[in-house]
Structure formats: C-alpha cells, structure tokens
C-alpha cells in the first residue's frame, strides 16, 4: 500500500488551485490593461473633438471678425465719400450764391443809376436835354440787359488774353465759353502728341472750384494752369511718368499721396 498518495494528491490540487489563481490573476491585469487602453482611446477621441471643436470656434470669430472689420472698412469710404460730396456741394453752391449776389448786387445798382437818370430828366423836361452820363450795365446776355454788337467780346480776344493771365476765366458766367476754352486746349496739346482723355466739363468744375479756394492761381496762363490741372489728375500724358509729373507739383510725399489716394490710385 502506497502511503504517500494521499499527499501527492493534496498537492495536485494546491497546484491546480493556485495555477487558477494565477490564470484569474492574468485575467484580471489583462481586463485592467483593457480598460486603460479604452479610456486612452476615449480620451483622445474626446480630446480631438474638442480641439476641432475649438478650431471651429476660432474660424467662426475670424470670420465674424473680418466681416465687422469690412463693415467698419465700409462704412468709414461711406462716410468719407458724404463728406467729399457734401464739401463739394457746399463749396458749388457757396460759388452759386456769390455769383448769384454779384449779379443782383450789380443789377441793382444799374437800375439804381437808371431811376436817377429817369428823375433827372423828368426834373429838367422844359430844358434842353442833359448831358447823360455814360452808364454800361453788366454784360450778363438777356438777364437784363442786351450790349450793343460793338461790346460784344470776340472769345479769340478772350484767349489772347489767357496766354497772358487766367483773370477772364473768373468772368465767363456761361459754362459753353469755359469748355470751348479748356477743348482748345486740349486740341494744341494733341498737335504737341500730348494726350489729355477726360472731358472738358470735368476740368472746368475742377479749374472752377480750384480758382474759387485760391484766385491767385488765375494770375498764371491758361496752358499752365491745365497743364497743372491734368498733372495732378495723371491725365497728361505726354510719354514720361505720371508719378514723376506729379511729384514736380508735389514735392512732399504726404501731398503726393493724398493725391493719389484722391484718384483711386
């Protein structure tokens, strides 16, 4: 009879019971690796979506940032542009109303001179005629007074007189004589294959509202002071740069500048 069977057994089975242990044990540290690794996964996936959501976010302020910047970009060229309109304006209709007041002021006093001249006569009917003094009204057409044909002033003398100075610019009243002066200009420096493109009319507004803010420039002949004028528009164009013509006007950078900016340029 074999006596140690019993505890051979007995070993088995403490074996058997600490390899399940063992095995239970691996389990155990195989599902915890498991769960670590999940919550990584779940980690990342929830710090991705953040980081997409936040960069979303972003984009949407940029987005919304540019837009109030172009509407602030926007309203400050609107604003601007009231402001040079309503400068303008006031600067045509300030010219409207003082030539408005020189012709009533004028008008009235011919009308003036003519009721005295009336009461004169009328005082001395049984003499013999008086001596009247020679009194001229302004030649405005038929606002009130028609000049004689002899008094009429030939625009060829007009121009003669503008190759010396501009001071007959300031008393044509009509704008017809104005934009046949600044076309024949434009006509002589074409013979000199200088090329000026806008139109006359906006170069008597421009000339009009310069001679307004400084009367003295009408002191120069007329070619230079179209000359200036297209310079400064960077409408002459008579083969050299256009930058270099304005910088000769414009000798400080801030003023060449501005000029451009005025232009669009």
């Not at 309109?85 to 012709?103: I, K, P, Y």
């Not at 038929?142 to 008393?171: C, R, T």
């Amino acid at each position: 009879m074999n006596l140690f069977l019993p505890s051979a057994y007995a070993s088995a089975v403490v074996e058997q019971r600490q390899q399940m242990m063992r095995q239970q044990q691996q389990e155990a540290i195989r599902q915890k690796q498991q769960q670590l690794i999940q919550q990584q996964q779940q980690a990342y996936q929830q710090a991705l979506i953040q980081r997409q959501q936040a960069q979303q976010q972003l984009q949407k302020q940029a987005v919304q940032q540019r837009a109030a910047q172009q509407q602030a970009y926007n309203q400050a060229v609107e604003d601007k542009m009231k402001d040079v309109s309503a400068q303008r304006q006031t600067v045509a209709q300030d010219a409207q109303a003082q030539a408005a007041a020189q012709m009533r002021s004028q008008k009235m006093a011919y009308q003036q001179q003519m009721q005295q001249l009336g009461v004169l006569m009328s005082q001395q009917a049984a003499m013999p005629a008086p001596q009247i003094p020679n009194v001229q009204a302004p030649g405005y057409g038929d606002l009130f007074y028609e000049p004689p044909v002899e008094e009429v002033v030939d625009i060829a003398d007009v121009w003669k007189k503008m190759e010396e100075n501009s001071q007959a610019w300031g008393l044509m009243i009509d704008m017809q004589p104005k934009v046949m002066t600044v076309q024949r200009m434009i006509d002589r420096f074409k013979a000199d294959n200088i090329y000026i493109r806008k139109s006359p009319d906006h170069y008597v507004q421009i000339i009009d509202s310069m001679a307004f803010q400084s009367p003295g420039m009408l002191d120069q002949p007329f070619e230079q002071i179209m000359k200036i004028v297209a310079v400064i528009e960077y409408d002459f164009e008579n083969g050299q740069d256009k930058d270099a013509l304005a910088r000769q006007i414009f000798p400080d950078n801030q003023r060449f500048q501005a000029n451009k900016t005025r232009l669009g340029l």
